[in-house]
Nanobody
Framework: ERQLAESGGGLVHPGGSLRLSCVGS????????IGWFRQVPGKARERVSC????????FYEDSVKDRFTISRDNAKNTVLLEMNNLKSEDTAVYYC????????????????WGQGTMVTVST
């Protein structure tokens, strides 16, 4: 069974930092682009960032550019999302997703979803 598992969410003050992890199992991790969506309950999902199966090909949504950094370690079946200078509007459930590559991910062609991890940015 192919699975993605997110971790690292929590409560942080505005201006703080968090590191989210996405760990894959049951799949050839290096073959997939891995992208992060976030969603506030009752609202539409929002693209955050994606990293291609070819490293150094990345996408960042405008609202997180220069604050978030995505990276991957295929030997550990892991993608990290480093989040800095967090703002209240970053509060959401963050989902790790797999696609063929990031251009397809942007178009919504998603192969697999994780269960989500909650990020709360609040005073």
């Amino acid at each position: 069974e192919r699975q993605l598992a997110e971790s690292g969410g929590g409560l942080v003050h505005p201006g703080g930092s968090l590191r989210l992890s996405c760990v894959g199992s049951g799949l050839t991790f290096a073959d997939y682009a891995i992208g992060w969506f976030r969603q506030v309950p009752g609202k539409a999902r929002e693209r955050v960032s994606c990293i291609d199966s070819t490293e150094n090909r990345t996408f960042y949504e405008d609202s997180v550019k220069d604050r978030f950094t995505i990276s991957r370690d295929n030997a550990k079946n892991t993608v990290l999302l480093e989040m800095n200078n967090l703002k209240s509007e970053d509060t959401a459930v963050y989902y790790c997703t797999a696609a063929s590559w990031c251009n397809h991910w942007r178009a919504g062609y998603l192969e697999l979803w994780g269960q989500g991890t909650m990020v709360t940015v609040s005073t």
